[in-house]
DNA sequence: CTTCTTAGCGGACCGTCAGTCCGCTAAAGG
DNA sequence: CCTTTAGCGGACTGACGGTCCGCTAAGAAG
């Protein structure tokens, strides 16, 4: 698996500073006239090269969520307890939802930028599915007897960025996440299913 | 509030032919290429007719929305218990929840094409802002420790397009619903909040 | 350093879309 | 029947996502 001999300079300087570009935009401009165009033009590169990095918009939106939440993934996957493997599912899932939170609320026009890309199958983006997992998983061990595939997709479903933003204060910048944390301790300590 | 004298008859049936078109449309082509143009094409009518009758097309799945749950909205507003006043919140929720769940099974599409046209402030919109003002209130009489007002966008989140879609099998095509009025029986029997 | 190969670039181009505009038609009232 | 004007239709616009292909320059080889 280690072929790709050579790969540009160009091309991973190109890359890189397309990335940038479109953070900016996300973060100057709110969503969505953040078009490939203005993208490519603030990046200082042809349309051309966007979609040969990224294949299309969808593809630069998940590769800009993907990139922010890297750390997150990697944490959960060999990290320390509580978010890496060690502690009791309903920590890690606690843990988890923190990790998320913080990124959800320090992005949440990538997050509305990345829904209106992923319009149709959402579910198929490779972020999303690692969190799905990651969420069933950890459902389904403490709370067998739950519709956990279906938790874990109304869990995730309220990282949309309206929603965030709507509940994001400056006096209470981390309410958003308390708040999904709240959910998730209520679904956990519910009474057990008939 | 009798106004608006006189509606032309041909305004009236243009209005529904407008809509039976987007509803045919939605239903044959899935979602998201029913463009403004084949409607109009469709119902026998200028592109210029249906934005003079609903604005935008954020305006016109609007519509289509609000014409399937007119009868859920006059049913939780003065019908019979237990979706109407009179019976305990519990119960008026899950009821409501299996009103909109129906709802959402049969027009999965347009709860799509909705969220797409919608994409920022969907929480303007006035089906939404009822549906979320009434869980709010039940949720709020039955569990006043939690915080009700993110509950209710939660709760509503899940009404998506695509998480509907997946859940409905023909072998079991009241999944979603189900799920959803267990995770609400979850968040009513959850231990109360510290 | 020069030469050759080709990965990669750029931006003109295309089809489609939401939304606008305005001259015309025909519906309603007298 | 005539007048008024609400309402119609569809050409038009600007912007978008995505494609295409001729050219450039990066890197390998000698």
């Known amino acids: 698996m280690a072929e790709q001999r050579h790969e540009r300079a160009n091309a991973v300087r190109n890359r890189r500073a397309v990335l940038q570009a479109a953070e900016r ?11 490939l165009d203005r993208v490519a033009a603030l990046a200082g590169v042809g349309k051309g090269t966007v979609f040969r990095r990224f294949g299309s918009r969808a593809g630069l939106m998940q590769a800009l969520l993907e990139e922010r939440s890297l750390a997150l993934r990697e944490a959960v996957a060999e990290g320390p307890p509580p978010l890496g493997p060690g502690a009791p599912p309903g920590e890690r899932l ?96 519910s009474a057990p299913r008939t």
Chains 1, 2 share one sequence.
């Open 25 to 35: 935009l996300l973060e100057e401009g709110g969503d969505e006239h953040v078009s």
């Open 94 to 189: 606690l843990a988890f939802l923190d990790g998320l939170g913080g990124i959800a609320e320090h992005n949440a026009a990538l997050l509305t930028a990345h829904e209106q890309a992923c319009a149709d199958d959402k579910q198929a983006d490779p972020s999303y599915m690692f969190w799905h997992r990651h969420i069933y998983d950890l459902l389904a061990e403490a709370r067998p007897d739950l519709d956990t595939e279906f938790l874990a997709h109304a869990l995730l479903s309220v990282f949309d960025g309206n929603l965030v933003r709507g509940m994001t204060r400056a006096d209470d910048p981390r309410r958003f996440t308390a708040s999904v944390q709240d959910m998730a301790v209520a679904l956990l300590t």
